[in-house]
């Protein structure tokens, strides 16, 4: 639901098929050009992040869906290949856990840590990323990507739980054409 000033919160709690869909391809593609090929264990980690790491999803959890058919050697060399290639995000947290998240133009959003109980949930906002583009006009630089990740206690009205996750298609954050 959206708060009247382009701040969207909430939990991920569906795939979005068409995203997958687009970043898988993209995602296929850009490991070939990288001239590896696109063998079974990297089919297994790409589409298993297109459909469960559209927000952050741990390390353990993928090492843990891909057992025992993958070794975590290989899947932690195709999750650098794919940080290398720009396809993903690593996020490391203070409780010591990597969390990966794919990186789409259209699945642009900011997290909320909740440091008591380390719950991360997803929101968008359209004066942040506003601001943020204003500062980099600022600056006088053309950025490629940003992250905003802000750690603190929920208070007892804050919404971010109730919320179901949705996109504003407003706040699209498309940054300079790759
Ligand atoms: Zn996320
Ligand atoms: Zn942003």
Redesign the pocket.
Known sequence: MGLGSGLVLGT?VTVDEQLRARWQARASERVADAGHRTGAARRAVIDLLAREGQ??IDAQQIMAELRPRRSPASVYRILHELLTLGLINRFDSRDGIARY?IVDPGNH?H?FVDEQTGDVH?FTDARLDQAVRETAERLGVTISCHEVTLRGLEQPQSRLMAQQWRRDPEIVFVPGAR
């Open positions: 991920m927000c952050l998240e959003h997290h997803p």
